[in-house]
């Protein structure tokens, strides 16, 4: 089984926690839901403790009138195996289930998100019980998906931990001397001589000053990959038990986009389809979480995901919590269907009375009204779903631009001493994201082990570790005559973060043409301006001072030293006029976009709205062959555009022939049918 659930149009609706409230509520809930078409509900995802009372005692009648319910109500249900917050007598029955934190700390029962994954008791418990929800619910008529866990994150640093985390080890690096070789700790005086010496590295070992200061990259990366096994090892084991009695049914978990502490890519394989929930921070623009969408999109070669959580007006767990303006839900709705969104969910249908989320959003309030804005819009977009069909299902982006992005050069940039603690891993490549959006092409996000072959256009920022035989098929883009483009703290280590004997970018320099002996890092105050085609673009943090062996110069430093000398240069590759770009120094987003435009450029890869920068668009093709093109107009005024071809708007019903006016709405959006 693979692929997100079929469904006859674009599944609406969110987390529902009926548990919450006695039934007489669930009726209004469920009138209120027919009105907004609302037909899709994530229910069981905190219910453990009701499930599992005690130990021997399972209780799963309130869960069955729950689907029931739904299914006399002909709405479909998303099932949570509810094993992300624990019930108070198995943390009690089993301390260990309780992780130790980085300081060293073994927390008390509270909160969820938090059991130890590998503790035996938690994973024996979780199984159990996604089984016997399995067991019960495979063939039940309301069931769509199966939803695993929660946003599964964080670390754990207990002796269990570390027990696997030795064992993760031999099996990853098999002799001692291997690993020795690997961590490189002859330096400091660190050669291993038994596995039981080996501790996780933490506030009490190899760190200092928190999570990203450690004396060993080599230690932390491998726990960072550990970790991300760890829980993954928790989801597969879940997954498993649903299996032996759900055979058909699709199982994903909601990820959380741009999440630092675990590599999806490692867990894309076992999810049936992914999914994510969408909180992007407070002063993000849109191409924020657009990057996260394209992200989740790459997570399965392209196919559709869900929008598993957003919220309809605003989030609680923040100091500051903004509502979210009128008309921006329906955007940000509309924004992820354009990127290959096959479901709108929102966390949550029904705002709980107490505990730390009562001031979250949510499409029904304490007072059950119907006639409040919030209410008002989720079912506006209801009906236009309703209206759009199945159209977009199944559908995908046919982009033939890719951006890598690799969970190990985040986590290794920032846990490197040097050469600044103020670059960014997500910043840069946000930077050159944002860049090719606004430039109106459709960008793929894909790990370093994507197949490359379909792309004109690789953009590789900060590509810090080079792994595999990555740096010959970047080669192999350029050489078909694609453009490559990788950047300052590029090409630096192996999948050990041990730096390369070679030049920098070590594996990447023949198709950079360039070498950098140096580099220079400032304060953020200080930029060195950038002379690109005679306009000056600035640059900050960090400079690397580039001595070209081959490549040709596009813009040079204008100060210091080594002004004069080249910040960002290209490379022809190859005899089709394939070329490698290197970015030398972290430019501000106008630099970025005239490098990234004149890249895309030579590939006629820019957009026929790119001048509407305040215009998202976005293409998704159909399983039939159909092109769609999304236009999303981020402004707070009207767009004024002319239709570059003949298109209908699936969402007005408007035709416009090629050259007509075509207008959007402040943050308006329109669904073309092209042709
Ligand atoms: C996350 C969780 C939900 C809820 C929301 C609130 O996404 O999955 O349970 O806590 O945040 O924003
Ligand atoms: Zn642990």
């Given at each position: 089984?693979?692929?997100a659930p079929?469904?006859?149009?674009?599944?609406?609706?969110?987390?529902?926690?009926?548990?919450?409230?006695?039934?007489?509520?669930?009726s209004?809930?469920?009138r209120?839901?027919?009105q907004?078409?609302?037909?899709?509900?994530?229910?069981?995802?905190?219910?453990?403790?009701?499930?599992?009372?005690?130990?021997?005692?399972?209780?799963?009648?309130?869960?069955?009138?729950?689907?029931?319910?739904?299914?006399?109500?002909?709405?479909?249900?998303?099932?949570?195996?509810?094993?992300?917050?624990?019930?108070?007598?198995?943390?009690?029955?089993?301390?260990?289930?309780?992780?130790?934190?980085?300081?060293?700390?073994?927390?008390g029962?509270?909160?969820?998100?938090?059991?130890?994954?590998?503790?035996?008791?938690?994973?024996?418990?979780?199984?159990?019980?996604?089984?016997r929800?399995?067991?019960?619910y495979?063939?039940?008529?309301?069931?769509?998906?199966?939803?695993?866990?929660?946003?599964?994150?964080?670390?754990?640093?207990?002796?269990?931990?570390?027990?696997?985390?030795?064992?993760?080890?031999?099996?990853?690096?098999?002799?001692?001397?291997?690993?020795?070789?690997?961590?490189?700790?002859?330096f400091?005086?660190?050669?291993?001589?038994?596995?039981?010496?080996?501790?996780?590295?933490?506030?009490l070992?190899?760190?200092?000053?928190?999570?990203?200061?450690?004396?060993?990259q080599?230690?932390?990366?491998?726990?960072?990959?550990?970790?991300?096994?760890?829980?993954?090892?928790?989801?597969?084991?879940?997954k498993?038990?649903?299996?032996?009695?759900?055979?058909?049914?699709?199982?994903?978990?909601?990820?959380?986009?741009?999440?630092?502490?675990?590599?999806?890519?490692?867990?894309?394989?076992?999810?049936?389809?992914?999914?994510?929930?969408?909180?992007?921070?407070?002063?993000?623009?849109?191409?924020?979480?657009?990057?996260?969408?394209?992200?989740?999109?790459g997570?399965?070669?392209?196919?559709?995901?869900?929008?598993?959580?957003?919220?309809?007006?605003?989030?609680?767990?923040?100091?500051?919590?903004?509502?979210?303006?009128?008309?921006?839900?329906?955007?940000?709705?509309?924004?992820?269907?354009?990127?290959?969104?096959?479901?709108?969910?929102?966390?949550?249908?029904?705002?709980?009375?107490g505990?730390?989320?009562?001031?979250?959003?949510?499409?029904?309030?304490?007072?059950?009204?119907?006639?409040?804005?919030?209410?008002?819009?989720?079912?506006?977009?209801?009906?236009?779903?309703?209206?759009?069909?199945?159209?977009?299902?199944?559908?995908?982006?046919?982009?033939?631009?890719?951006?890598?992005?690799?969970?190990?050069?985040?986590?290794?940039?920032?846990?490197?001493?040097?050469?600044?603690?103020?670059?960014?891993?997500?910043?840069?490549?946000?930077?050159?994201?944002?860049?090719?959006?606004?430039?109106?092409?459709?960008?793929?996000?894909?790990?370093?082990?994507?197949?490359?072959?379909?792309?004109?256009?690789?953009?590789?920022?900060?590509?810090?570790?080079?792994?595999?035989?990555?740096?010959?098929?970047?080669?192999?883009?350029?050489?078909?005559?694609?453009?490559?483009?990788?950047?300052?703290?590029?090409?630096?280590?192996?999948?050990?973060?041990?730096?390369?004997?070679?030049d920098?970018?070590?594996?990447?320099?023949?198709?950079?043409?360039?070498?950098v002996?140096?580099?220079d890092?400032?304060?953020?105050?200080?930029?060195?301006?950038?002379?690109?085609?005679?306009?000056?673009?600035?640059?900050?943090?960090?400079?690397?001072?580039?001595?070209?062996?081959?490549?040709?110069?596009?813009?040079?430093?204008?100060?210091?030293?080594?002004a004069?000398?080249?910040?960002?240069?290209?490379?022809?590759?190859?005899?089709?006029?394939?070329?490698?770009?290197y970015?030398?120094?972290?430019?501000?987003?106008?630099?970025?976009?005239r490098?990234?435009?004149?890249?895309?450029?030579?590939?006629?890869?820019?957009?026929?709205?790119?001048?509407?920068?305040?215009?998202?668009?976005?293409?998704?093709?159909?399983?039939?062959?159909?092109?769609?093109?999304?236009?999303?107009?981020?402004?707070?005024?009207?767009?004024?555009?002319?239709?570059?071809?003949?298109?209908?708007?699936?969402?007005?019903?408007?035709?416009?022939?090629?050259?007509?006016?075509?207008?959007?709405?402040?943050?308006?959006?329109?669904?073309?049918?092209?042709g």
């Amino acid at each position: 089984m693979s692929g997100a659930p079929g469904t006859p149009k674009i599944p609406y609706g969110g987390d529902y926690n009926p548990e919450q409230w006695p039934e007489e509520v669930w009726s209004a809930d469920h009138r209120l839901f027919t009105q907004a078409g609302i037909d899709t509900l994530t229910v069981g995802v905190f219910a453990w403790s009701l499930l599992q009372p005690a130990p021997d005692t399972y209780d799963f009648t309130f869960l069955d009138r729950i689907l029931d319910r739904a299914a006399a109500e002909a709405r479909r249900v998303v099932l949570g195996t509810g094993t992300a917050a624990l019930p108070p007598w198995l943390a009690k029955a089993h301390p260990e289930v309780n992780r130790t934190d980085f300081e060293g700390r073994r927390h008390g029962y509270g909160q969820r998100h938090n059991f130890c994954p590998s503790s035996p008791a938690y994973r024996r418990l979780s199984t159990a019980l996604a089984g016997r929800l399995a067991q019960r619910y495979a063939d039940h008529p309301a069931l769509l998906a199966w939803h695993v866990n929660n946003e599964y994150g964080g670390a754990c640093y207990c002796e269990l931990c570390a027990e696997a985390f030795r064992e993760w080890l031999r099996a990853r690096h098999g002799t001692l001397d291997a690993l020795n070789d690997a961590w490189w700790t002859t330096f400091w005086s660190h050669r291993y001589t038994d596995w039981a010496e080996i501790e996780p590295p933490s506030a009490l070992t190899e760190h200092w000053r928190g999570p990203d200061h450690t004396a060993f990259q080599g230690i932390t990366l491998d726990y960072q990959r550990f970790m991300t096994d760890a829980l993954l090892g928790c989801f597969v084991a879940e997954k498993e038990a649903i299996r032996a009695h759900s055979r058909d049914t699709p199982v994903t978990t909601n990820f959380m986009g741009l999440y630092r502490p675990l590599d999806y890519h490692r867990w894309a394989p076992h999810l049936d389809f992914a999914s994510w929930d969408s909180y992007p921070p407070l002063d993000a623009p849109p191409s924020w979480p657009a990057l996260a969408h394209d992200l989740m999109r790459g997570l399965k070669d392209g196919a559709p995901f869900w929008l598993m959580e957003q919220t309809p007006s605003t989030t609680a767990c923040r100091d500051v919590n903004p509502l979210r303006r009128p008309g921006e839900s329906r955007l940000a709705s509309w924004q992820a269907v354009a990127h290959g969104a096959d479901a709108v969910l929102y966390f949550q249908m029904r705002a709980s009375r107490g505990a730390c989320e009562k001031y979250h959003g949510a499409v029904i309030g304490h007072a059950g009204r119907h006639d409040t804005r919030v209410f008002h819009e989720v079912a506006l977009l209801g009906s236009e779903l309703e209206r759009l069909g199945n159209v977009t299902l199944g559908a995908r982006t046919p982009a033939r631009t890719a951006l890598l992005f690799d969970w190990d050069s985040w986590w290794a940039l920032e846990i490197s001493d040097g050469p600044s603690r103020l670059m960014k891993y997500i910043d840069v490549v946000h930077g050159y994201y944002r860049a090719a959006r606004v430039a109106g092409a459709d960008v793929d996000v894909v790990p370093v082990t994507a197949d490359l072959s379909a792309y004109d256009v690789v953009l590789a920022p900060v590509l810090h570790l080079v792994k595999g035989d990555v740096a010959e098929r970047l080669e192999a883009v350029a050489a078909r005559g694609g453009t490559v483009l990788t950047t300052f703290l590029s090409g630096r280590g192996d999948e050990h973060d041990r730096a390369f004997l070679t030049d920098v970018p070590g594996p990447l320099g023949r198709l950079t043409g360039v070498r950098v002996d140096e580099w220079d890092s400032r304060p953020p105050e200080v930029t060195n301006p950038v002379d690109l085609d005679g306009q000056e673009v600035a640059s900050r943090l960090v400079f690397e001072i580039v001595v070209p062996q081959g490549a040709e110069l596009v813009g040079a430093y204008t100060s210091d030293f080594y002004a004069g000398t080249p910040a960002i240069t290209r490379n022809r590759f190859g005899d089709r006029g394939g070329e490698g770009w290197y970015v030398a120094t972290h430019l501000d987003d106008a630099g970025t976009d005239r490098v990234v435009r004149r890249v895309l450029d030579r590939h006629g890869l820019v957009g026929p709205y790119a001048e509407h920068t305040d215009v998202e668009t976005s293409t998704r093709v159909t399983p039939d062959g159909t092109h769609l093109l999304f236009l999303l107009n981020h402004a707070a005024t009207d767009a004024q555009l002319t239709a570059h071809t003949a298109a209908t708007d699936l969402l007005s019903g408007q035709h416009h022939e090629k050259g007509e006016p075509l207008t959007l709405d402040p943050l308006g959006v329109a669904v073309l049918r092209i042709g």
